[in-house]
Every structure is written in C-alpha cells, then in structure tokens.
C-alpha cells in the first residue's frame, strides 16, 4: 500500500464525502444541472491559478532536480491543458478567458487554494503535496471511475468532455507521475509518527474539495 492509499484508508468518510459527492454523481449521470456546470468551470478556473502558485512553490521547494521537474510536470498539465480545456468549455456560454479571471472567488475557492498554499509556505515539500494530492490524483480516480461506468453512452454525454479530460490516458500519466513522486517524498521525509499529521491534513483537504462541489451544487 502506498502513501496514498494509506492517506485515502486513514480518511474514509472525507474521501467519500469529495469522490461521491452528489455533484459528481449528477456529473456521471448526466443530470448535472448546466449552471451548476457552469458556476463549477469558472471557479475551478480560478482554482487552477492558485494550484499553478502553488506548483511554482514546490518547484522552489524543491530539493532535488526530480523534485523540481515533477512539480514543472504538475505546472504544466494546469497552465498548458486543464485551464485550455476551461477555456473551451466556457466558451460555449460565451464567456472570454478575460471574464473568467474577472469573476469573483467564491468562500470555497479561497479555503481550499489558500489551505494549500499555506500549507507548502509552512510546512515542507510532503505536506505540500499531500495537500495537493485530492485534487491532483483524485480528479484521476473521479474521471475514471465515470468513464468506466458507462463508457458507451459517453459519446452522447453532456460533460463527456470533461470526463474524457480526466479519465485520458494524459492526465491518468500526470496523476500517477504525482502519486510516485508523493510516496517517494514520503519514503525521504516521513516517519510514523508524522504519518498521523499528514493523515490529519490530508483529510482537510478532502472535506474542502467536497466543500467545492457543494458550492457549485448551491451556486448553480
């Protein structure tokens, strides 16, 4: 079992709370109302500039060259494909990537992304990551799990895209490129009796990526 793993196991009620939250079922059954959709995209938006601060951090934090280039990986995947494919999906309700920006950050936006920035100007690479990691390998295991359950009618789908975003096989390498490198920081940087705060942080940031769903749920 690796850390991740250890980190889901330890934290079963917030981890269900995020991967089966009602906006993610509604999401898989196409039945997601369009504005929830909607208020969901623009924020997330918004979301990825501070996950892009917050890769920057770990380049910075970095302490080795691998440690660098993985956190230039995670940059990547957000500034070159995932905010490309908000800015097509927005487009279709004519919003311009300039009016996205604009819009305001909700409460949800700013706890999760500011806990995460927190978390890596106080603490170190590990925890960091760890708090990174909900977000980063969890929209894998969500993409995955909505094209597996059905992936005959994901062609006639209306967030068939966005599902095929996450469950392709490009994000499917960046999050198991991110889950190596968070158990070999673990094996570097953690002992057992740290594992129990991680376990703690972790869990945080479950209950706030669930916290983000339901604000779209509620905004929408």
Request: charge should be negative; hydrophobic fraction near 50%.
């Amino acid at each position: 079992m690796d850390i991740f793993e250890r980190l889901k196991a330890a934290a079963p009620v917030e981890w269900a709370s995020y991967v089966d939250h009602a906006f993610v079922r509604q999401m898989g059954a196409g039945t997601l109302p369009q504005a929830a959709f909607r208020t969901y995209l623009v924020q997330d938006y918004l979301f990825l500039i501070q996950f892009a601060r917050a890769y920057a951090l770990a380049v910075y934090k970095g302490r080795t060259l691998a440690d660098m280039r993985a956190a230039q990986a995670g940059l990547s995947a957000i500034l070159d494909v995932e905010m490309d494919l908000h800015v097509r999906l927005c487009g279709r309700w004519g919003l311009s990537p300039e009016q996205i920006e604009a819009a305001p950050e909700h409460q949800a936006t700013i706890a999760y992304t500011r806990f995460v920035l927190d978390c890596g100007m106080s603490g170190d690479l590990l925890d960091l990551h760890v708090a990174l990691a909900p977000c980063v390998i969890g929209y894998a295991e969500i993409g995955r799990t909505l094209a597996s359950d059905n992936p005959a009618a994901l062609a006639g789908h209306p967030y068939a895209d966005w599902i095929g975003e996450y469950a392709g096989d490009a994000y499917q390498e960046v999050a198991a490129g991110a889950r190596r490198h968070l158990d070999d920081l673990a094996a570097r940087a953690m002992t057992e009796r740290r594992f129990s705060e991680l376990a703690a942080l972790f869990a945080k940031a479950a209950r706030l990526e669930a916290d983000f769903w339901q604000m779209a749920l509620d905004g929408g």
